[in-house]
């Protein structure tokens, strides 16, 4: 007999740290924006909500609790969904920094990188001759001198922190290297399975955004963790819906968002993290596969469920 095929998780990574407010009227930045935007994300069929916070006066990248505060208790308060909280945060701060929003909030999910990395988008700055905030230009510009530091004792450091939250991390891997990464801290006991991981790419200084690719990730993980893990695809920009319909047919799950593409096809920009989710819904349904409820999300990753968060 076959075995039975999972339902599909549909993740959506609302705002992000690398598109900034010029780029895109619809990446939220204020947080009741950010709120909307992802309570209309879950009620198009995201299970899982991947959140970052913003400035909500300049839209620059925020890992202040206070910002964070104005939008997830009102989030868990519309929806079932699960949230996920980035520990990636800002290409410049501490590991320290970027996990305390994780730390206060005590969140079912948060994502964790597995691996140093050159993480650029300075080919963006080409783009646009008016900025609406003075930051943004500088910002996107210099981001070819940025190292996006997750170093062994880092991912330790978080591992340990977050220990007492029973948090299930979102595995970011966007090299093959990332997976030994993985490996290696699972056998010395930071991680147990099943894990969840998310197969980043297409962002420079990672692996391309090819189905070649994807495939090798997936060949290497599953002789890496056997059947102990659950795996999803984010791929960047013009990536996003290609590579996230391949996954839906290779038995994967998908994340999709403004943080990972502002487009909703080539050439024209989406209107919504909404609009995207209910796209690659109505792809992976027509494609025989069901979508994940929150409830099941929770269930395939083995969550400590929404009443044990602290928001």
Request: proline share 4%; charged share 20%.
């Amino acid at each position: 007999m076959a075995k039975k095929r999972n339902k599909t998780i549909i993740s959506c990574a609302v705002t992000g740290a690398i598109h900034t407010p010029t780029m895109s009227e619809a990446l939220p930045y204020r947080s009741e924006d950010i709120a909307r935007q992802a309570i209309d994300a879950a009620e198009a069929g995201a299970s899982i909500l991947h959140l970052h916070a913003r400035h909500p006066e300049t839209g620059a990248v925020s890992l202040d609790p206070a910002h964070f505060q104005q939008f997830l208790p009102i989030i868990k308060q519309a929806t079932n969904a699960v949230v996920n909280i980035s520990t990636g945060g800002s290409l410049k701060t501490t590991i320290q920094d970027r996990i305390l929003p994780a730390q206060t909030f005590s969140p079912e999910m948060c994502s964790l990188n597995m691996g140093s990395m050159n993480f650029s988008f300075h080919p963006l700055v080409g783009k646009y001759d008016d900025w609406k905030f003075d930051w943004e230009k500088d910002y996107v510009a210099n981001s070819d001198t940025y190292i996006f530091r997750n170093t062994f004792r880092d991912i330790q450091t978080v591992s340990e922190t977050l220990a007492p939250h029973n948090i299930k991390f979102e595995h970011e891997c966007y090299d093959v290297g990332h997976l030994y990464n993985l490996k290696f801290c699972m056998d010395v006991g930071l991680f147990k399975a099943p894990i969840f991981i998310q197969f980043v790419l297409g962002i420079l200084g990672g692996i391309g955004p090819d189905l070649d690719n994807l495939v090798f990730m997936k060949r290497t993980a599953d002789r890496l963790f056997g059947d102990d893990y659950q795996w999803s695809v984010l791929g960047a920009g013009g990536a996003q819906m290609p590579l996230a319909t391949s996954a839906a047919q290779m038995g994967g799950n998908v994340r999709v968002g403004l943080e990972d593409s502002l487009f909703i096809r080539r050439g024209q920009l989406a209107q919504s993290n909404a609009e995207q989710v209910a796209k690659i819904r109505r792809i992976v349904e027509e494609l025989g596969a069901e979508v994940a409820t929150p409830g099941e999300a929770r269930e395939m990753l083995d969550l400590k469920g929404a009443d044990r968060t602290q928001f």
